[in-house]
């Protein structure tokens, strides 16, 4: 009896041997973080995805690939098929790249999904804090950790939520996007009274503002007089002529490394 079972376990093992493995067998891209596979990625894109994409992958006729977790949730291996076969129902039709060409577009989309977590930009992170609770102002309006003010969208995720070109767009021009729940607004009472702050919530019936100091107010549209938004962020637009070149670059990097779970994030996902 002792041999069989000896025997069963051989076999066993031998079997198990043979066994693929599916994780292992799939295939890899091999451009991932190679510089020049970005580049080039990049002309393929703008010659072949661009158009209905937009340049940078900010969208137009396609679906934008640069905002959202719409590429930053899927790996290489499904983005490099949703391009190889296309999308079918869609306008989005099968590539006739070869296959290297395609894992190269893979690798310039991937690079501008990455968060700002996982790209890890270069700068003066430390510095860049001092900048946010000191000299920037930024701490006025956004909170951290529990630190700043409550006016603007709070920061303690912002490096997985946003990639750093969607960083450096809502330093530079805070107007392009506006974030949900944060347009500035006045209302006038029919007493005659004004109140500043954000509109959190806005119907045909209510709005709720929330002001410098965060208080909310709820107010019922029949009690008021007048409402005005705001075209404009709350936001300073003048950051570019407020900070060096130098100071910029760390902001970002203190943003980018905001991020509520602090694993190694890896910039390209598994395949």
Not at 37 to 66: D, I, M, Q, T, Y
Not at 159 to 185: F, H, M, N, T
Request: contains cysteine; glycine residues 10%.
């Amino acid at each position: 009896m002792r041999l069989i079972g000896l025997l069963l376990i051989g076999t066993a093992l031998f079997l198990r041997a043979d066994v693929p493995d599916s994780k292992k067998d799939k295939p890899k891209n091999p451009f991932a973080g190679k510089p020049e596979a970005v580049e080039a990625g990049r002309k393929l894109f703008l010659e072949s995805c661009s158009g209905c994409h937009g340049p940078n992958g900010e969208g137009g006729r396609g679906p934008n690939l640069a905002r959202g977790e719409q590429v930053r949730s899927k790996t290489d291996l499904e983005v490099f098929e949703v391009v190889r076969q296309g999308v079918p129902g869609s306008d989005m039709p099968p590539s006739r790249m070869p296959e290297d060409d395609v894992w190269r577009v893979v690798s310039f989309v991937r690079s501008f999904s990455a968060s700002a977590y996982e790209s890890r930009a270069p700068g003066d992170a430390e510095a860049g804090r001092k900048l946010f609770f000191g000299k920037a102002g930024c701490s006025g309006c956004h909170a951290i950790q529990g630190q700043g003010g409550m006016l603007g969208p709070d920061l303690s995720n912002i490096g997985r939520l946003q990639s750093y070109s969607q960083l450096q767009e809502a330093i530079l021009e805070p107007s392009v996007s506006i974030a949900e729940g944060y347009r500035g607004a006045t209302v006038v009472t029919l007493k005659g009274q004004k109140i500043t702050g954000v509109a959190r919530n806005n119907t045909n019936y209510s709005i709720q503002l929330q002001d410098a100091q965060g208080n909310p107010h709820l107010l019922q549209k029949k009690d008021l007089r007048e409402v005005i938004f705001r075209k404009s962020s709350l936001m300073p637009s003048d950051y570019k002529a407020r900070l060096s070149r130098t100071e910029f670059q760390d902001l970002l990097s203190f943003l980018g490394r905001q991020a509520l779970r602090k694993e190694v994030a890896s910039s390209t996902k598994e395949n």
